[in-house]
């Protein structure tokens, strides 16, 4: 079974720009969370996605958004990128809708804003 | 807010020695909690998942503990190996699968 892709892997935007992240969970998981990674602030939970609807959502700004498809594919999308906004991007995905479940990560898209 | 931590932040150990690393949260309430691997640039690799009903896991060479009263957790591996060399994060599993992540332990094995 193929595991959660996640592209593009690399991505070099300039500030104000916005970016689109897209997360291909396991077949038959309709889970998908999103991570932020900085040195700084490490592991960050972004927001949460099951069937088409956002069930959990962290603490970041509105500029940070998401969406999922009837195929349980996701994709964030990140609006005026700041410098601050470089990180590691990491989807999730995961079985059940009900508590907290085993995720399985993606290899991660680096994003650089300059 | 659920706060986790790990300690030590970084460990260095020679090839073939027994070690523990560390992770403890402030809140008991959990689903569940999540060892995780990750190498340099790289996504995360699960290792081992405890319910919270559980108070141990095994893979191979890797044993996790849980302690929810504590609020403690415990991955140890047994002969380790240059390839052990990785971050190790611990992940405490809150409801909705949001997990609240520790700062990591890097560790390095040497040949």
């Known amino acids: 079974k193929a595991g959660v892709t996640q592209t593009p892997r690399y991505l070099i935007k300039t500030r104000g720009q916005q970016v689109t992240l897209s997360c291909s969970p396991i077949s038959g998981h309709r889970s998908v969370s999103w991570y932020q990674q900085t040195p700084g602030q490490g592991l960050q939970f972004l927001f949460e996605y099951f069937s088409e609807t956002q069930r959990n959502k962290g603490n970041f700004p509105g500029r940070f958004s998401g969406r999922q498809f009837s195929n349980s594919r996701s994709e964030m999308n990140v609006s005026t990128l700041e410098l601050g906004d470089s990180a590691l991007y990491l989807c999730?995905?995961?079985?059940?809708?009900?508590?907290?479940?085993?995720?399985?990560f993606g290899p991660g898209t680096r994003l650089t804003v300059t | 807010k659920q706060e986790v931590t790990q300690i030590p932040a970084a460990l260095s150990v020679p090839e073939g020695e027994n070690l523990v690393l560390n992770c403890s949260f402030t809140d008991s309430a959990i689903y569940n909690l999540q060892w995780f691997r990750q190498d340099p640039g790289k996504g995360l690799t699960s290792l081992l998942l405890?319910?919270?009903?559980?108070r141990e896991q095994t893979s191979g060479r890797l044993n996790a503990s849980l302690d929810k009263s504590s609020g403690r957790s415990t991955l140890y591996i047994a002969a380790s190996q240059p390839g052990d060399s990785a971050t190790y994060l611990c992940?405490?599993?809150?409801?909705?699968?949001?997990?609240?992540f520790g700062t990591g332990t890097r560790l390095t094995v040497i040949p």
């Open positions: 999730a995905s995961s079985t059940r809708g009900q508590g907290a479940n085993e995720q399985y």
């Open positions: 992940a405490v599993g809150a409801g909705a699968n949001n997990l609240f």
């Open positions: 405890i319910q919270s009903s559980q």
